[in-house]
């Protein structure tokens, strides 16, 4: 976060508008729009280069620059072979970029059109030309003919290749050359795995690092690194920056901080009302929450602004799925795939729609085609687990639940999964370490306590089981939770357990609570006779003493179970 406080506004600003116009010539126009917003959030800063819409990087001879016009003129009709064409024996760097980026569209546009009529769209087409079209970039590339912006294409050919160790060497080199090109640092963004790779790269020590290091952060579920830059760009001149404060609502939406993650997003349709990049995820907030007023609004809004962006089909698909119809819901998800087939949300989402209407088979599909789309899709994971949970096979699920889990270390939801997977392959042990973490990370769901003591029940640790249970019931008490099985069960085993261990009074406290339960009323009453009989005993044999017969544990220092004097460990 350094090299942003420290750099001057009115230089990021020039160095935007120059990124602007270089990435408009070349037809780059995410990285155009992405610049566009942060220049518009800086407007109060003064550039710092008055020249700065000159670029003498991009000076094109007057024969270049006719044909050039020409090609650009096809490229922006999506006519990407015959921008290719004219452009074959261009000289200059943005025409050789724009011939090398016109055949890589023109295939990527073809393997679209391929799958465009499937239903549901399963993604088995492949870009043809990208064999032949990395030969041409690697011969160009060992010229010395490749700039920033041609190196960055050679890496998104080489991570299509599934080459990725060389695509990573390529975009980094391509962000040396080129180190204010959005679109390479965010090619590079999905190769990195963890923090580990991501601090052993070499990049560019300049202002647009920390916007990179960010929103990888936010990629590998590293959300509180990610919100302290994000709020350090804020204070320091970019809290008019949607795009910075739409990042913000994803982390709090990461971190399942929900209220934060929707006042987020309804703070950003205040500034940007026509919006909808990122509405998807404002949905499924929604959805959450069980907004139904707030859903439906958005999925109307979103449809009048553009109903065939793919943003406006996932909203929509969500609104049907709140309401229970699920096959209207599919619909949505599959138009949405069709528009654009590597959309993560669309596939995962309708995944899950999938699983609503008990079509395992399809949804393992629609999940398999979002990891391919992105492997760090735990949701995609953690849908293929639930679906070979359903369909019994354990050591599938098993693994599913762990790539889930390796990529949401910190989720109690991935563990308690994965605890479960274990127990029905009886690794009790591992079960009992998932189900321990569960909770140490801080239970979700609040279920992590439960199985956590009825794993040390099953493994014969009375000590540990009574300890969970003990605080199960307190903190099922503190939420005011319902669930009637399992706290008669827990008040059960307690009255058993100080029965056992001659704790009458506790014995008899929790044999009491037994009692206002059905499934556990008989065992109470057989129990409580117990405990009478043995104080009736305990009486006679202190026949002599004049006091008045109490609970022989009342005075017992420490005698009541509690977590303060009892610990559960793994």
């Given at each position: 976060?350094?090299?942003?406080?420290?750099?001057?506004?009115?230089?990021?600003?020039?160095?935007?508008?120059?990124?602007?116009?270089?990435?408009?010539?070349?037809?780059?126009?995410?990285?155009?729009?992405?610049?566009?917003?942060?220049?518009?959030?800086?407007?109060?800063?003064?550039?710092?280069?008055?020249?700065?819409?000159?670029?003498?990087?991009?000076?094109?001879?007057?024969?270049?620059?006719?044909?050039?016009?020409?090609?650009?003129?096809?490229f922006?009709?999506?006519?990407?072979?015959?921008?290719?064409?004219?452009?074959?024996?261009?000289?200059?760097?943005?025409?050789?970029?724009?011939?090398?980026?016109?055949?890589?569209?023109?295939g990527e546009?073809?393997?679209?059109?391929?799958?465009?009529?499937?239903?549901?769209?399963?993604?088995?087409?492949?870009?043809?030309?990208?064999?032949?079209?990395?030969?041409?970039?690697?011969?160009?590339?060992?010229?010395?003919?490749?700039?920033?912006?041609?190196?960055?294409?050679?890496?998104?050919?080489?991570?299509?290749?599934?080459?990725?160790?060389?695509?990573?060497?390529?975009?980094?080199?391509?962000?040396?050359?080129?180190?204010?090109?959005?679109?390479?640092?965010?090619?590079?963004?999905?190769?990195?795995?963890?923090?580990?790779?991501?601090?052993?790269?070499?990049?560019p020590?300049?202002?647009?690092?920390?916007?990179?290091?960010?929103?990888?952060?936010?990629?590998?579920?590293?959300?509180?690194?990610?919100?302290?830059?994000?709020?350090?760009?804020?204070e320091?001149?970019?809290?008019?920056?949607?795009?910075?404060?739409?990042?913000?609502?994803?982390?709090?939406?990461?971190?399942?901080?929900?209220?934060?993650?929707?006042?987020?997003?309804?703070?950003?349709?205040?500034?940007?009302?026509?919006?909808?990049?990122?509405?998807?995820?404002?949905?499924?907030?929604?959805?959450?929450?069980?907004?139904?007023?707030?859903?439906?609004?958005?999925?109307?809004?979103?449809?009048?602004?553009d109903?065939?962006?793919?943003?406006?089909?996932?909203?929509?698909?969500?609104?049907?799925s709140?309401?229970?119809?699920?096959?209207?819901?599919?619909?949505?998800?599959?138009?949405?795939?069709?528009?654009?087939?590597?959309?993560?949300?669309?596939?995962?989402?309708?995944?899950?729609?999938?699983?609503?209407?008990?079509?395992?088979?399809?949804?393992?599909?629609?999940?398999?085609?979002?990891?391919?789309?992105?492997?760090?899709?735990?949701?995609?994971?953690?849908?293929?687990?639930?679906?070979?949970?359903?369909?019994?096979?354990?050591?599938?699920?098993?693994?599913?639940?762990?790539?889930?889990?390796?990529?949401?270390?910190?989720?109690?939801?991935?563990?308690?999964?994965?605890?479960?997977?274990?127990?029905?392959?009886?690794?009790?042990?591992?079960?009992?370490?998932?189900?321990?973490?569960?909770?140490?990370?801080?239970?979700?769901?609040?279920?992590?306590?439960i199985?956590?003591?009825?794993?040390?029940?099953?493994?014969?640790?009375?000590?540990?089981?009574?300890?969970?249970?003990?605080?199960?019931?307190?903190?099922?008490?503190?939420?005011?939770?319902?669930?009637?099985?399992e706290?008669?069960?827990?008040?059960?085993?307690?009255?058993?357990?100080?029965?056992?261990?001659?704790?009458?009074e506790?014995?008899?406290?929790?044999?009491q609570?037994?009692?206002?339960?059905?499934?556990?009323?008989?065992?109470?009453?057989?129990?409580?006779?117990?405990?009478?009989?043995?104080?009736?005993?305990?009486?006679?044999?202190?026949?002599?003493?004049?006091s008045?017969?109490?609970?022989?544990?009342?005075?017992?220092?420490?005698?009541?179970?509690?977590?303060?004097?009892?610990?559960?460990?793994?």
């Amino acid at each position: 976060m350094a090299l942003l406080a420290e750099c001057d506004l009115g230089k990021v600003n020039s160095d935007l508008l120059r990124i602007m116009r270089q990435c408009n010539k070349r037809g780059l126009r995410n990285t155009v729009s992405w610049a566009a917003e942060l220049y518009l959030a800086l407007s109060d800063f003064e550039n710092a280069d008055a020249d700065c819409m000159e670029d003498d990087d991009d000076v094109l001879d007057k024969k270049e620059f006719a044909r050039y016009s020409l090609a650009k003129s096809y490229f922006d009709a999506q006519e990407y072979d015959r921008a290719a064409y004219f452009t074959q024996n261009c000289q200059s760097s943005v025409a050789r970029f724009l011939h090398f980026y016109s055949i890589y569209s023109s295939g990527e546009k073809k393997r679209l059109d391929d799958i465009a009529d499937v239903s549901p769209p399963m993604d088995k087409s492949k870009n043809t030309v990208l064999k032949s079209l990395r030969l041409q970039l690697h011969k160009a590339y060992i010229a010395g003919l490749l700039d920033g912006y041609c190196l960055y294409l050679y890496g998104v050919v080489l991570k299509k290749l599934q080459l990725e160790k060389f695509a990573v060497e390529i975009l980094t080199e391509a962000i040396r050359r080129e180190p204010f090109h959005w679109g390479a640092w965010l090619e590079l963004a999905t190769l990195i795995s963890d923090r580990e790779m991501l601090n052993d790269l070499t990049l560019p020590d300049c202002w647009i690092k920390d916007f990179f290091l960010a929103h990888t952060y936010l990629e590998i579920q590293m959300n509180e690194s990610a919100l302290e830059i994000y709020s350090k760009l804020i204070e320091i001149g970019f809290s008019k920056s949607t795009y910075v404060m739409a990042q913000i609502a994803i982390a709090y939406h990461n971190m399942r901080d929900l209220e934060k993650a929707i006042n987020g997003f309804q703070e950003i349709l205040k500034v940007d009302p026509y919006r909808l990049d990122n509405m998807d995820i404002y949905s499924n907030l929604l959805y959450v929450r069980e907004m139904r007023v707030e859903l439906s609004n958005l999925a109307h809004n979103t449809c009048d602004i553009d109903k065939y962006r793919v943003e406006t089909c996932c909203v929509i698909g969500n609104f049907y799925s709140l309401r229970t119809q699920h096959e209207k819901a599919v619909l949505y998800f599959q138009r949405a795939l069709k528009l654009n087939p590597n959309y993560l949300s669309a596939w995962t989402l309708m995944g899950h729609e999938y699983m609503e209407m008990k079509n395992t088979s399809f949804a393992i599909q629609a999940y398999r085609q979002a990891i391919e789309v992105n492997r760090r899709d735990y949701r995609a994971w953690y849908g293929l687990g639930q679906t070979y949970e359903i369909l019994k096979m354990p050591c599938y699920c098993l693994y599913y639940y762990k790539q889930a889990q390796q990529l949401r270390p910190y989720d109690s939801r991935m563990m308690v999964a994965l605890g479960e997977a274990y127990e029905k392959l009886d690794k009790l042990k591992e079960a009992k370490k998932c189900f321990w973490k569960a909770h140490a990370v801080g239970d979700i769901e609040g279920m992590a306590l439960i199985k956590l003591a009825k794993m040390y029940e099953r493994l014969n640790e009375e000590k540990q089981a009574a300890a969970a249970y003990t605080d199960y019931i307190r903190d099922a008490e503190a939420r005011n939770a319902t669930d009637r099985d399992e706290l008669c069960h827990a008040y059960l085993y307690l009255a058993k357990y100080y029965y056992e261990h001659l704790k009458l009074e506790e014995a008899h406290e929790n044999a009491q609570k037994c009692m206002d339960y059905p499934e556990t009323k008989e065992d109470a009453k057989t129990l409580l006779k117990q405990i009478s009989a043995l104080n009736r005993g305990r009486a006679e044999e202190n026949k002599g003493d004049s006091s008045q017969f109490r609970f022989q544990n009342a005075a017992t220092p420490g005698g009541h179970l509690s977590p303060m004097n009892l610990t559960f460990t793994p």
